[in-house]
């Protein structure tokens, strides 16, 4: 049982390369985050799916781009990377309309540096 | 707007003490209150997960309480060991943002043997 999946692990990029950091879940559970974590901020949601084809805004999302066509993928995309970009990425998963009671599971996370 | 607060921000314990972290947050609409673990390197582990009609929940050497009308909630680890050195983190589902965890900077906790 693999569970969440996050890829690449270690990611540097320069600025203004686009980059792509993939999240992939094996359980189908029907919510995906992408949360950022940086010293100083703690984690903050960057965007959030609901089910597939539906995103949603959440509390850094400038910058970043976010699709989701099936359910167990849900890439975030850096459209020009800027150094203020340079953080470990988690994805997180939640079980289909159980939001409220169920726990969050995290992905082990992407570590991206930006030059 | 709310926020997430936890202090101290780091702890060192010896192995084999009793101790309490804690969480206070600034709005008392949540639907739960969520308490992790991170590892060095490492994702988020779930530990406890309160409901917000709930006052607390125990699992194993663990204790998390919420008392929603002070914002307030503890993470009581009983008979600390050196495996639980790491860094807790608590986050609030807050009312009417689906899915919306906000977090807290989370406590760094050292159990030395």
């Known amino acids: 049982d693999a569970g969440i999946t996050q890829s690449p692990r270690y990611k540097i990029t320069e600025t203004g390369r686009q980059v792509t950091l993939m999240c992939h879940q094996t359980w189908s559970h029907s919510y995906m985050f992408w949360y950022r974590q940086d010293l100083g901020h703690g984690l903050r949601l960057i965007y959030y799916s609901a089910a597939a084809d539906i995103t949603d805004k959440g509390e850094v999302p400038d910058g970043y781009v976010v699709s989701r066509s099936k359910t167990e993928n849900f890439p975030l995309t850096l459209e020009s990377a800027t150094r203020s970009q340079t953080s470990v990425y988690f994805c997180a998963t939640s079980p289909t309309g159980a939001v409220w009671n169920s726990p969050l599971h995290f992905g082990n996370g992407t570590r991206l540096t930006v030059t | ?113």
């Open chain 2, 1 to 113: 707007k709310q926020e997430v607060t936890q202090i101290p921000a780091a702890l060192s314990v010896p192995e084999g003490e009793n101790l309490v972290l804690n969480c206070s947050f600034t709005d008392s609409a949540i639907y739960n209150l969520q308490w992790f673990r991170q590892d060095p390197g490492k994702g988020l582990t779930s530990l406890l997960l309160i409901q917000s009609s709930q006052r607390e929940q125990t699992s194993g050497r663990l204790n998390a309480s919420l008392d929603k009308s002070s914002g307030r909630s503890t993470l009581y680890i009983a008979a600390s060991q050196p495996g639980d050195s790491a860094t807790y983190l608590c986050a609030v589902l807050h009312s009417g943002n689906t899915g919306k965890l906000i977090f807290g900077q989370g406590t760094t906790l050292q159990v030395k043997p």
